[in-house]
């Protein structure tokens, strides 16, 4: 069966390009639009089995777009596609709710397996590039673990590791599932125990530190 695909990409290029590669293979591309406003009419007019969306978009980022349809699609199965391979980008991603996030040089049968497993299963594929970064960041291990200069509880440790990220309290508030008032008084103990000035402060102390 056909897995039926939006794809949202600015690029002309990116989209036809895709469109005819995917041909003959399990992933029918249905539809491409260039924004993510087009997206959202799409998304509401019919049903797909995947999204898959470019990260850097001029009227509507893909990260932003990700955020819109979590709010009346969440369990529809998105996937970030980008020219970028920047944690920064993957770690938002997972914290919007995306299922995966593929590089646009990745080889064919990579991205279609990526499709396959999200349409599938509703998550990552295991041991990809957000399976992975999830395991990092949500774990149970890493950052402030017997370190004097970071002396963190376990869920501090985690938040930590998402401020290095740069992710916004909000965005870690979802993807550590807790409140964001939750967050801020996490955050508010990490600057304290470890006398840092601000969140910029202690995420470069605990890079330095090879805590994160």
Known sequence: MSLKTLVVDDH???RVGLTQLM??????IAKTVEDGESALRCINEEEFDVVLIDVQMKKMDGLSLLEEIRGDHPDLPVVLFSAYDYSVYMARAVANGAQDYVL???ELEVI????QHVSTNRTSCPGGRLDSLRSKLCGS???GKAHEDFPLTGRESQVLRHIAFGLSNREIAKSLAISVETVKEHVQ???RKTGASDRTDVAVRAVRKGLV
């Open 12 to 14: 002309e290029a990116a």
């Open 112 to 115: 279609e397996r990526v499709i």
């Open 189 to 191: 103990n990490i600057l």
């Open 23 to 28: 041909e003959g293979t399990s992933v029918s």
């Open 141 to 143: 291990d890493g950052a």
């Open 104 to 106: 646009k040089t990745d």
